[in-house]
């Protein structure tokens, strides 16, 4: 079966420029997640959706960072304008119903903004 | 405040070796949920385990084996007989409510032939 899958796997960019990082969840999970891990702050949780709808945003840095989940199997974490703080790796996690189900993450988007 | 510790952050040991993580957990639900998590050198998180607030049995899967006590709040994680591929970064984390994972600050395991 298809885990997590996120794209691009690297990316690397201007500061200033957009940057988005998409993830497609596993089939029948209907709570994604994502995350953003840095050497100081370890792995952070920023935005957590249940059903497509945001239930938690308050990881979510600034108004820089948005995330959007128009269906049950595609989602989008936008950075905009980048900074070079905003280097880490994300990661996109998804689960099954029911609160507390293991998260599977998918490999994570290494982010470097120059 | 830190929920999930890890005070250890790099073990090294000889292949074979046992080797056992410590991670201590701070909550004030009566339900929560404890999580391991390995993240090998090409860095993806892989699920190992995850145990409920309600059930302290230990578990063995394989050469792995996990020691929930209440009592002390830990959810200790043993490597037995440990092997090259075991070299990663472990992560123990707390779940609470809705199931927010709230990850310690991992322990480097290096397993050297």
């Known amino acids: 079966d298809a885990g997590v899958i996120q794209s691009p796997r690297h990316e690397v960019t201007e500061m200033g420029q957009e940057v988005t990082l998409r993830c497609k969840p596993i089939?029948?999970?209907?709570?994604l997640f994502w995350y953003r891990q840095t050497m100081m702050r370890g792995l952070e949780l920023l935005i957590y959706?249940?059903?497509?709808?945001?239930?938690?945003d308050s990881g979510m840095p600034e108004d820089r960072f948005s995330a959007k989940m128009p269906n049950a199997s595609f989602s989008t974490l936008k950075i905009q304008p980048s900074e070079p703080r905003d280097s880490a790796v994300y990661f996109c996690?998804?689960?099954?119903?029911?609160?507390?189900?293991?998260?599977?993450f998918g490999d994570g988007t290494r982010l470097s903004i120059l | 405040a830190q929920k999930v510790t890890q005070a250890q952050t790099e073990i090294s040991v000889v292949e074979k070796e046992d080797v056992t993580l410590d991670c201590v957990y701070e909550?004030?639900?009566?339900?929560?949920?404890l999580f391991w998590y390995k993240q090998p050198p090409s860095g993806e998180l892989v699920f190992l385990i995850r145990?409920?607030?309600?059930?302290?049995q230990n578990e063995i899967s394989g050469r792995y084996s996990w020691n929930f006590q209440k009592s002390t709040s830990s959810f200790n994680f043993t490597i037995t007989a440990s092997q090259v591929v075991d070299s990663a970064v472990y992560f123990c984390?707390?779940?609470?409510?809705?199931?927010?994972?709230?990850f310690g600050a991992g322990t480097q395991v290096v397993v050297t032939p």
């Open positions: 996690a998804s689960s099954s119903t029911g609160t507390n189900q293991p998260q599977h």
């Open positions: 909550t004030r639900d009566t339900t929560y949920y």
């Open positions: 089939s029948g999970h209907n709570s």
């Open positions: 959706f249940n059903n497509n709808v945001p239930i938690d």
């Open positions: 145990r409920n607030s309600f059930d302290e």
């Open positions: 984390a707390l779940s609470e409510g809705w199931g927010k994972l709230q």
